[in-house]
């Protein structure tokens, strides 16, 4: 199916099936249309009287195959609920093209994709709201991506004096298409000793603009597979990242790390809860979404990897498709570095 086969009237020919299903297992509801994102299409539902959400939860397989989606996902909306569906023509979102399409941003603000209103989703680092974010996700879910996305978009967006980062990646396959970022404060720390140090840095740095009452320039932290660099690294570096965490956002100082298991064991309980932002891909259970968002009921166990994700933030959940930098854009982007510096 073309992108331009997503019509009104196979929108309102899919609402007719949701509500025919639905009302099969007597349970009433009223479906009015849908909106369509690059990803997925999400149908909204408004239950009717004594329509139990955990009904239609339970009924998302027999709405798949109605559908003729491989899997649709239930979620709450307010006070309607979502379904949603995937696209038959999905399309990836790639990063420099969006950012062109957009005016001036905010400063410190990262741009993460689309919204579920196929609007550009940002994220303002220094809002008290957000100081540091944590990314989880399975292994195909675009943790990774995400997190060069953020990284990226927040590079062009200032000059280094502005903006410095630091880049730990334990597994040496995240950040090696950013080694050459001119705001970086060290080569790429791949080792616990390297990671370690760097850390150490950022905490001296962080107690002496205490001091003087500083904030700027704002200092990225990034870390990618944090639950590998805290195995490896042990207490000292979870002490670093720790304090880093806590008392960090004042400083100008703000953590975005990437795991694939976000529980408090393998992060430890005081680190984890130092990240009010959650932005969490694809998992493997309902057990591993509630532990990555720290909510129940997200359906992040549903999603549908290769960069499909949910913002989890004051108690709002979001779906967003994430953007991407594909390899053949990385030259484009060092020009557009250097152009920025110029």
């Known amino acids: 199916m073309g992108s331009g086969a997503i019509t009104r009237e196979y929108l309102n020919f899919q609402s007719d099936r949701i509500e025919r299903v639905l009302a099969a297992h007597k349970v009433p509801v009223r479906v009015d249309g849908g909106s369509v994102t690059p990803r997925w299409i999400r149908f909204h539902v408004a239950p009717g009287l004594g329509a139990k ?46 950012l062109r399409r957009m005016s001036a941003r905010p400063p410190y603000t990262a ?15 220094p809002s008290p709201e957000v100081a540091h974010i944590l990314v989880a996700g399975a292994t195909g ?7 060069r996305a953020i990284v990226t978009s927040l590079a062009l967006q200032h000059r280094q004096a502005q903006l410095q980062i630091v880049l730990i990646d334990p597994k040496q396959r995240g950040f090696g298409p950013l080694a050459k970022l001119q705001h970086l404060l060290a080569p790429i720390a791949t080792g616990p000793a390297e990671a370690l140090a760097v850390l150490e840095r950022c905490v001296a740095e962080m107690e002496r603009r205490d001091q003087e009452d500083r904030c700027t320039p704002r200092i990225l932290i990034a870390v990618d597979e944090l639950g590998d ?33 976000p529980s408090s064991a393998a992060l430890g309980s005081m680190l984890k809860a130092n990240f009010p932002v959650r932005l969490v891909g694809r998992v493997g259970s309902a057990e591993d979404a509630r532990v990555a968002s720290g909510q129940a009921g997200t359906g992040a166990e549903k999603l549908l990897g290769r960069g499909d994700f949910l913002v989890v933030a004051g108690g709002h959940t979001t ?15 060092a020009h557009l570095m250097v152009a920025a510096r110029g």
């Open 53 to 98: 959400v955990a009904s239609i939860r339970n009924l998302s397989e027999e709405l798949a195959l109605a559908l003729g989606a491989p899997d649709v996902r239930v979620s709450r909306d307010g006070e309607q609920l979502a379904v949603e569906v995937p696209r038959p023509d999905a399309a990836p979102v790639l990063l420099l093209p969006l």
């Open 111 to 125: 741009c993460l994709g689309l919204a579920d209103d196929g609007r550009p989703l940002l994220i303002r680092l």
């Open 141 to 147: 879910s675009g943790k990774t991506e995400l997190m």
């Open 229 to 261: 660099l805290l195995a490896t690294g042990g207490k000292a570096v979870e002490a670093a990242l720790t304090r880093l965490a806590q008392r960090g956002r004042e400083a100008g100082l703000h953590l975005v790390a990437g795991t694939q298991k």
């Open 319 to 333: 779906r967003f498709q994430a953007a991407w930098v594909p390899r053949g854009d990385w030259e484009a982007l």
